[in-house]
């Protein structure tokens, strides 16, 4: 739980202003520029390791639905148990994923123009 908590935290943080700067309770830091890796780099990794997890695994819930392959019994009483819980998890890792990419791409875009105005301003 509390992992995806951080989770959350980071889409906020991508989407928010106060994920550019940190905020007044951060006392040394407070104030100052987040740098722009700090926040990028869970969110490319999450982004390129759970959306294809996720959209992969719904394509397969899809095939399983379709009956063109079998869903693995698991630890269910049946396959047809297991299917409502492969479209519920694998759904949420691909709306996760998803929305982590967009965000991410969503914090590049000010940040990276930030960037190139001081680098002319030298």
């Known amino acids: 739980m509390l992992l995806a908590a951080l989770g959350v935290c980071l889409l906020w943080g991508l989407v928010r202003p106060w994920g550019q700067v940190f905020p007044r309770w951060t006392r040394w830091l407070s104030g100052r520029r987040v740098p722009r890796w700090v926040p990028m780099a869970p969110a490319l990794i999450g982004a390129a390791s759970l959306a294809p997890y996720g959209v992969l695994g719904v394509g397969y819930a899809v095939l399983a639905t379709a009956g063109v392959v079998t869903m693995p019994r698991g630890d269910f009483h049946s396959p047809g148990d297991a299917l409502p819980v492969a479209w519920i998890g694998l759904g949420a890792f691909a709306v996760y994923g ?25």
Not at 105 to 121: C, G, L, M, Q, V
């Open 98 to 122: 998803v929305a982590l990419a967009v965000a991410a791409r969503s914090y590049w875009i000010p940040t990276h123009s930030i960037r190139r105005e001081r680098a002319n301003a030298e």
